[in-house]
């Protein structure tokens, strides 16, 4: 490949957890403090900014940042993986040259809380609010049993996911969920939305978190290890689930990965490291065949038997995820956290000698996905 | 004519129709479930434009449908949301419709429990007002009636 135009030259979180203290906009300045501090910059070297809900330019003005360059795309989860693609690109037309990608969300607390409302004339609010979904859990559920009936995925092996994924964050202190969880804890937790229990869902948590992206060359000079963006994708369809145009695909990761494989020039054999969104217990399964790493139908199988767990050929959310870690509501900033800790040898639970990391995204109900491919190597070999 | 199945109480989320919508819901008022055809392309689509979104033809019609479907996916929900509290586990689905579009319903007729809730078992629409609102549900059909 040609050697990446822009890296990740700072990467922070806020606090986790209940912060009742802090509002959206609070945790947003505290993400970007935090972050500019880790690169070694200050809020005078910054002209791009990037949120999801918010207004970039209410978070720039209360940062005292007078940004030349803006991106407010708002697709769920996945808007920061979506940020950091824009702002390569930004970075490479010369229109910005250190942008800081920012999330923070105070979903359990609620405090400042932007407003997030569905209106009752749009599609969601005619078309799927009155049959009874509320929220995330009533809706990106709902593609699972076609794909446990079409790959015979059995429910064991789906409770598997957040029971291997526990071993990740076992002991980790801040992980919202830092114990062990065997698959017949996760079975037999509360029921949410048949066959989804307590444990196969995301928590809700508040928190924050705060990229700097800038040249590869400039990242070079400061004082943290660059993580390169060596490729990336974007990719979208249904932003309702009822019309996903294939129940147990997610269509969108095929595309946004396939899109920063080829732009990355990897294949994979050379991801030693995976985050895939897991919202829910499923999220994963559908992102291990999308992304091609298993058959279709094998990832239930792939993960049960520990290869995405410690000591697997294929570590995948190695924070523990979004159903251990931590979920702001949009988690996608924190699973490019935790790419970035690994590549740079600093995580929690290091995996050895991490040199690429793939990270996948999802905006909403498999609406949106973003792909990125992140290293420590100025380019692959 | 309505059914009873699912019936959430005050505070449930209603549609509130725009004009291009509202054919639908007039429709389901009067027992008929409808969709949208292209005259163009001749697809069947489901929710309501105004314009086809396989060839993007603005020349589409209102059709009636068999009302048969088949059952792609469903939850059965313990999470209640607003106005839902008081109606128990329920079955929120995912239909396909015998003419091709998909769409987001409640099944009715049947316990909610696995069991009974097959993947691609045949079901029926049936219309159930709710508060004023006629929703189009689906219930389980025998396979060789009519």
Redesign the interface.
């Known amino acids: 490949m040609s050697r990446p135009v822009a890296a990740i030259a700072g990467a922070a979180e806020t606090s986790l957890g209940r912060l009742p203290a802090m509002s959206e906009l609070d945790l947003h300045v505290d993400a970007a403090l935090l972050a500019l501090a880790d690169a070694g910059l200050s809020l005078d070297d910054v002209d791009g900014i990037t949120s999801a809900v918010h207004n970039p330019v209410e978070i720039a003005h209360a940062l005292g940042v007078r940004p030349t360059w803006f991106d407010g795309t708002s697709v769920g989860g996945t808007s920061f993986l979506v940020h950091v693609r824009h702002a390569a690109a930004a970075i490479a037309a010369g229109q910005a040259e250190v942008v800081l990608v920012l999330h923070g969300e105070s979903r359990r607390s609620v405090v400042g809380r932007h407003p997030r409302p569905v209106p009752a004339d749009g599609m969601l609010g005619q078309f799927e609010l009155p049959f009874g979904v509320y929220g995330p859990p009533t809706m990106f559920t709902l593609p699972y049993l076609r794909y446990a009936h079409e790959t015979g995925t059995t429910i064991e092996q789906l409770a598997s996911v957040p029971a291997r994924q526990s071993e990740w964050s076992h002991g980790n202190p801040r992980a919202a969920r830092p114990s062990l969880a065997s698959v017949d804890e996760v079975l037999a937790s509360t029921p949410i939305a048949w066959p989804f229990t307590k444990l196969m869902c995301c928590m809700v948590s508040d928190g924050g978190g705060g990229l700097v992206v800038t040249s590869a060359e400039r990242a070079r000079e400061l004082r943290r290890t660059p993580v390169y963006l060596w490729g990336s994708g974007e990719a979208a369809d249904s932003p309702l689930v009822s019309q996903m145009p294939d129940l147990t695909r997610a269509e969108t990761f095929e595309r946004s990965a396939a899109a920063a494989f080829t732009e990355a020039r990897i294949s994979h054999n050379d991801v030693d490291h995976l985050m895939v969104y897991d919202a829910f217990a499923h999220v994963p399964l559908y992102g291990l065949e999308a992304l091609g790493f298993v058959g279709r139908g094998e990832a239930g199988a792939f993960v049960a038997e520990g290869n995405t767990a410690p000591g697997g050929h294929l570590p995948m959310n190695t924070n523990g995820g979004g159903l251990r870690y931590t979920h702001t509501g949009m988690y996608g900033m924190f699973a490019i956290q935790e790419a970035v800790r690994q590549l740079r040898g600093e995580a929690f639970a290091q995996v050895p000698d991490v040199e690429v990391s793939v990270v996948q995204g999802v905006g909403h109900f498999f609406s949106e996905a973003a792909t990125l491919v992140l290293s420590n190597q100025e380019v692959s070999a | 004519m309505f059914v009873s199945g ?1 019936t ?1 109480g005050e505070g ?7 004009p291009t ?1 509202r054919p639908f819901w007039d429709a389901a008022t009067e027992g008929r479930l409808v969709v949208q055809q292209c005259g163009s392309c001749e697809t069947h689509f ?2 309501p434009r105004i314009a086809c979104p396989s060839c993007g033809s603005r020349e589409v019609s209102w059709v009636d449908v068999s009302g048969r479907a088949t059952l ?11 106005g ?1 509290e008081a ?1 128990g ?2 079955v ?3 239909v396909r419709l015998e003419e091709g579009p ?5 099944i009715i007729g049947s316990d909610a429990v ?1 069991d009974q809730l097959v ?2 078992m045949p079901l029926r629409v049936a219309f159930e007002d ?1 508060r004023g ?1 006629v ?1 189009p549900v689906f219930a389980p059909r025998e396979e060789h009636a009519a």
């Open positions: 699912v959430p449930a989320a209603q549609a509130l129709p725009t919508t489901f929710y792609l996916s469903y939850v059965i929900n313990h999470l209640p949301a607003p839902f109606v586990p329920h929120i689905a995912i998909t769409m987001m319903t409640n696995p993947i691609d709710r609102q929703v």
